[in-house]
């Protein structure tokens, strides 16, 4: 007898469907796919669903939300089983606990008052919480620089070259599956391209990914793709560029010309795919609308700068003078000294204050510092629709765990990104057929992260399941009202349990750090 059977669904992934099949499941893993399967313990009944592996979100924030989130309820209801988690060169390892450790990665939430001097650390810690989603580490190569050469603008020598590697090989060694640059924070920005290949290739030697959130997505959109392929060949790595993306009205359409430089590079023999996001709104730090080279000496030295009248007014006119987001297209997100700021216009709350919306921007940065977070309408529909069916894009959230009670103001996409690609993308746009669109949310993001025995429905595979409604699936989350979970999602199991049944969660806890191995299995 069969642990669960999940009977009478259209069964698709990457590889397969859809076709009308029954899927056996016995100790965690796929037994069989096929009809007259025989009995089981627990029947779902997926009649009318589709039935396809659990999505893979391959870019998310989240390991500095589960610690204080591990049910993870936003990503079982939308499908979500597994979340690679460090990217854009943030991960809470390997740092020590000091305040510049606290602050990296705090504007994704500042309640999580704990870093870990490792992967291993972290993750005997998240585990011990009861983890709802799997999770699939890389390593930040922000927090590697960070606890080697602190938060200023210094060039790496050669000894300092040696200790970031021998960090990042401590953690792939640990069971990262790749590392990850922000060179758009501090302190991944003040990375040449001579130190990012150096880091690469010792991911490469460990057949990782190296995920970057390049150096510019607006004005210097096509440079900072030049400069991702220039160390993917230095590197000779598997090359993921994060959330493709033309940002600012005036660089709408240029998206063309980056994807071009992509599928040419890929000719050429770089390993090189990209993930996107489907929404025309990010969200970052506030502090990300001045450009890098002002957080040269730190944060903190920003902060003090401030308050020099002369400094601010200086700062202003570099907001001032056309900013990668125009400033009436941002909404202030976390503020954690104003709560009540949390959901508004940048440009309504200035008038309420009666000041210049840069003057604002300002004011937050030096109470708050990195902490304040944005989401910001940057992005062009047609550039977005353009990379989401690009052969060689996959989605991802560029979001993180929460919760329908959390504080404050979200971006719909840590609810309903994958919910969203169905229901809009999907079936009311026809933009993307069914199959490819499974195959993006979860078997080519399983196989690029390299986890070879998930994201498919086929026998040996873990039981990592979605069914979904696809005719009633409805995202809810909006801009406006953000904090909602999505309908339309029956049932979901994490290594053969039912995480989500009857579109509620379990409380299963199913869910662990999963370890990278090399020509292994995750």
Same mark, same amino acid.
């Given at each position: ?64 939300? &589960? ?18 988690? !460090? ?94 640059? !922000? &060179? ?32 510019? $997505?607006?004005?210097?959109?096509? $440079?900072?793709?030049?400069? =991702? ?22 660089? +709408? ?40 080279? $002002? ?68 004011? /937050? ?19 977005? @629709? ?13 979001? +993180?765990?929460? =919760? ?16 969203? /690609? ?6 009311? *746009? ?20 390299? &986890? ?46 039912? =995480?989500?049944? *009857?579109? @509620?969660?379990?409380?299963?806890? =199913? ?12």
């Amino acid at each position: 007898m069969h642990d669960i059977l999940i009977r009478g669904g259209l069964v698709v992934d990457g590889n397969r469907g859809p076709e009308r099949a029954d899927v056996a499941v016995s100790g965690g893993r796929i037994e069989a796919v096929g009809r007259g399967l025989g009995a089981a313990g627990t029947v779902v009944d997926a009649s009318g669903g589709v039935v396809a592996p659990g999505f893979v979100d391959i870019h998310t924030h989240s390991d500095f939300t &589960l610690p204080l989130r591990p049910r993870a309820e936003a990503k079982l209801l939308q499908g979500v089983t597994t979340d690679v988690t !460090g990217n854009c060169g943030f991960s809470p390892f390997p740092l020590a606990s000091d305040q510049p450790a606290l602050r990296h990665g705090s504007f994704v939430d500042s309640a999580l008052a704990d870093r870990w001097p490792s992967l291993d650390a972290f993750a005997e810690d998240l585990e011990s919480r009861g983890l709802g989603i799997n999770v699939a580490p890389l390593v930040g190569l922000g927090a590697v620089r960070l606890a080697v050469l602190g938060e200023e603008d210094v060039r790496a020598d050669s000894w300092a070259l040696d200790e970031m590697r021998r960090l990042v090989r401590e953690s792939l060694a640990a069971g990262a599956y790749g590392a990850s640059s !922000g &060179l758009v924070y501090a302190p991944s920005c003040f990375a040449d391209v001579d130190e990012l290949a150096t880091l690469a290739s010792v991911v490469a030697e460990a057949g990782g990914v190296y995920a970057t959130h390049m150096r510019n $997505e607006g004005d210097h959109l096509l $440079e900072s793709v030049d400069e =991702a392929l220039e160390v993917g060949r230095r590197a000779n790595c598997a090359l993921q560029i994060s959330h493709l993306k033309a940002l600012g009205r005036r660089n +709408w359409g240029r998206i063309g010309a980056a994807l071009e430089r992509i599928e040419e590079a890929s000719h050429d023999g770089v390993d090189v795919w990209v993930d996107v996001y489907p929404y025309t709104a990010g969200s970052s730090t506030l502090i990300s609308l001045l450009p890098s080279d $002002e957080l040269a000496a730190g944060g903190s030295a920003l902060q003090a700068r401030l308050a020099d009248e002369g400094e601010r007014r200086r700062l202003m006119g570099l907001l001032g003078d056309a900013p990668t987001f125009d400033l009436v297209d941002v909404v202030l997100a976390t503020v954690p000294s104003r709560p009540e700021l949390a959901g508004r216009r940048l440009a309504d709350a200035a008038r309420d204050a009666g000041v210049a919306p840069a003057e604002l921007v300002l004011d /937050l940065i030096a109470r708050e510092g990195p902490d304040v977070s944005m989401v910001a309408f940057g992005m062009d529909e047609e550039d977005v @629709r353009r990379v989401l069916v690009h052969p060689r894009a996959v989605i991802g959230s560029d979001g +993180w765990t929460m =919760a329908i009670d959390s504080a404050g103001y979200a971006h719909p996409r840590s609810f309903a990104f994958a919910v969203r /690609l169905l229901a809009h993308y999907v079936r009311d *746009d026809a933009l993307i057929g069914l199959r490819e669109a499974i195959a993006k949310l979860s078997t080519l993001p399983a196989r690029r992260i390299g &986890l070879a025995d998930r994201g498919v429905i086929e026998p040996g595979a873990v039981a990592d399941v979605v069914v979904f409604d696809l005719e009633r699936l409805s995202e809810e989350s909006t801009f406006e009202t953000p904090l909602l979970h999505p309908h339309g999602i029956q049932a979901v199991l994490v290594s053969g349990r039912l =995480a989500v049944e *009857d579109g @509620r969660e379990t409380g299963a806890a =199913a869910g662990r750090v999963l370890r990278h191995r090399v020509n292994g299995r995750g």
